[in-house]
């Protein structure tokens, strides 16, 4: 007799051998025992699982002399003959060679014959998502009424490529990947019975590479056997499938956390001396990690990470040495080598330049890898007595800070500014009785303004609240974006002005001198809670906001500036074009007007309208030209070009 491959010769000949798919293998016996049997069935799922062979058991349950049974017997004349493929009455179609319309008519045209021998008539339609759109619809009335004497079944890998019409019509049963352990466990009953000699560890690197296919598994075992003569240990099946060992994988694991560079390079060059895929090698690395990480947050046993009980304990070693953050900048650091590594004519370089990265912190400036360091900056921090979680832009400050004065001050020092800056809170939002009282005093007898040494520029102690403008400004879009979703019209104020300095915990925002009105409406206390409002959310630190000119000192905002002659006179396509006539500033203020010109009367004006617009010393000029950019800032309308004011 002819040798028959072993995933041949094992395919399943009832529902209990059908590996890893219980669910659809349950409802299909229980539907076959109360006698309810659809018309046309689905079956959707990876390649390998028993999709193919579960329509075959399908068949004898239908057509076994003993039957309808969910145990077929395979010994009668029928289960014989669907096992060997040559029942009349059990076809298969490639769907994939037989998509066009006309191999659907001539299925059409048969399948009004009852069965020559069996029960019922199985069509078996593999890789259905083949059949062509017209195929379909000239199979689809017979689809939804088959005579009752047929049954069809449609086996695909991807069921998204069919029609939904085809879909809402048959009984779909979805096939899963058989899970690792599961699949170890049947190789090793396989193995077994067959007489081979292959270790745990070998058999579970083959579930590993199988990735959920029976088929897959069964081919990769016969390999094994012929290639071991029967005898096959881990190290045979490593290097046979092109996998890599775990003791390798912890090993590497050991080198990166340690800094180990030459332990790291050595296993690279191990690797690519044995053969082995280095971008597969990858691969695995950052399969390693992810089991670390799993580890770092979950009570997980080796069955659940599909490892023996020798790596486990390894394993939670690492899980307890690397920092989760630490352990994340490695994931995406080895899914970032992978993708440079398909477009590289050198892709050995690249996975050291990576590894060699992964083990020296300091050479890498990715999310991952700052955050890991500032974990490692803030436990020293906790070492000399400082916080070492420090929140939101709080942490950036927390480094400068624990640098500004000796460690044994630290604390006294800090706490001293921190009371310096609320102190000038309530001075700045007190009466003059208020602002005349003493200041707390701090421990040791020091008063806030002898609290510490440094200020910012503006003078205030911006240490205190461990906050500098340089913090500030990378942060100022989200702050503008969180005031625009507090409130639109405030945010349309705050375009116009930019940070400046830091005041202890007041900020201070300028504005150029043409911005005088959204200068002075910024400064009202609707629009000022929504812009501390939203330094507070984004910076995570309570401050104040005052609104001032450029140029100007720490006093209140100034005046708006005086007017200066102006002339109107008419722009193209009807617009309004202002024009600075000569004058002298702080003179009163005055407009020419000038008649528009046949067909270039600006839109909406009357046709015997002739305007002089002053603009006197004192008035609301300034004011109005900042209402027209704030109306075009909030609704972006077509205004009238605004008053260009002095200083």
């Known amino acids: 007799m002819a040798y028959v491959s072993l995933y041949r010769k094992r395919r399943p000949q009832t529902f209990e051998e059908v590996v890893g798919q219980e669910y659809v293998t349950r409802t299909l016996a229980n539907a076959i025992r109360s006698g309810n049997i659809a018309h046309a069935y689905l079956f959707a799922g990876p390649r390998g699982t028993g999709k193919t062979s579960t329509a075959r058991i399908l068949a004898k349950a239908l057509n076994c002399e003993e039957g309808p049974t969910p145990n077929p017997c395979n010994r009668c004349a029928s289960c014989r003959s669907i096992a060997d493929g040559t029942s009349v009455d059990v076809v298969e179609i490639d769907a994939a060679s037989n998509r066009g319309i006309d191999d659907i008519r001539d299925l059409r045209e048969r399948v009004i014959f009852t069965p020559a021998s069996s029960r019922v008539k199985v069509y078996i339609l ?61 190789l090793q009953r396989v193995a077994g019975e067959e007489g081979y000699r292959v270790t745990p560890e070998a058999l579970r690197l083959v579930a590993r590479r199988a990735r959920g296919s029976v088929r897959d598994a069964l081919v990769a075992l016969e390999q094994l056997a012929s290639y071991g003569e029967g005898v096959v240990e881990e190290s045979d099946a490593a290097g046979f499938l092109g996998l890599i060992e775990d003791e390798v994988l912890l090993e590497t694991g050991e080198a990166l956390i340690g800094g180990d560079i030459r332990a790291v390079i050595s296993m690279v060059e191990r690797v690519h001396e044995e053969g082995r895929d280095l971008a597969h090698f990858a691969i695995q ?29 390894r394993l939670r070693e690492q899980a307890s040495l690397l920092s989760p953050e630490r352990t994340l900048h490695f994931i995406a650091s080895m899914g970032r080598a992978r993708e440079e590594m398909r477009q590289s004519s050198s892709p050995r370089l690249v996975l050291e330049s990576a590894l060699i990265a992964m083990a020296r912190e300091d050479l890498e400036g990715t999310p991952e890898a700052v955050l890991a360091r500032l974990r490692k900056l803030e436990d020293r921090l906790e070492g000399v007595g400082l916080p070492g979680a420090v929140p939101g832009a709080w942490r950036e400050r927390a480094v400068s800070v624990g640098r500004a004065a000796p ?24 009466s ?10 701090l421990p040791g007898g020091r008063g806030p303004e002898t609290a510490g040494t440094e200020e910012g520029p503006g003078g205030g102690d911006s240490a205190a609240i461990g906050l500098d403008m340089s913090a500030v400004r990378r942060s100022w879009a989200r702050v503008r974006e969180r005031v625009r979703e507090i409130k639109v019209p405030t945010h349309a104020l705050l375009m116009e002005g930019k940070p400046l300095r830091l005041e202890g915990d007041e900020l201070v925002i300028s504005f150029p001198p043409d911005r005088a009105f959204h200068c002075g409406e910024l400064g009202k206390e609707n629009h000022r809670l929504v812009v501390e409002r939203a330094l507070r959310e984004v910076l995570g630190v309570p401050l104040r906001m005052r609104a001032v000119m450029e140029g100007e000192g720490r006093g209140p905002v100034a005046p708006p500036s005086q007017g200066r002659k102006q002339r109107v006179a008419p722009a193209p396509e ?50 109005d030209a900042g209402k027209v950019k704030l109306l075009k800032d909030v609704f972006g309308a077509e205004m009238v070009e605004e008053i260009k004011l002095q200083e």
């Open 126 to 186: 593999d890789e259905a998502h083949m059949i062509t759109k017209e195929a379909f619809n000239a199979f689809l009335k017979t689809l939804e009424e088959p005579p009752a004497h047929a049954v069809f079944v449609l086996a695909t890998t991807e069921p998204h490529k069919l029609p939904q019409t085809i879909l809402s019509r048959c009984q779909r049963h979805d096939f899963r990947s058989v899970p690792a352990p599961l699949m170890a466990e049947y």
């Open 285 to 313: 690395v950052q399969d390693h990690f992810r089991k670390v990480l799993l580890l770092q947050h979950a009570d997980l046993g080796a069955v659940d990470l599909e490892v023996d009980e020798g790596s486990m304990g």
């Open 407 to 430: 460690p044994g001050k630290q604390t006294g020092v800090a706490a001293g500014k921190e009371a310096a800056g609320a102190e000038s809170g309530r001075r700045g939002r007190s």
């Open 432 to 441: 003059a009785a208020t602002e005349a009282a003493e200041p707390e005093r």
């Open 574 to 623: 009807g617009g309004v074009e202002i024009k600075e006539a000569a004058g002298t500033p702080g003179a009163e203020g005055e407009v020419e007007a000038v008649t528009p010109q046949p067909g270039t009367r600006p839109r909406g004006m009357p046709e015997d309208a002739e305007k002089e617009v002053a603009t006197p010393a004192g008035k609301e000029s300034a004011g």
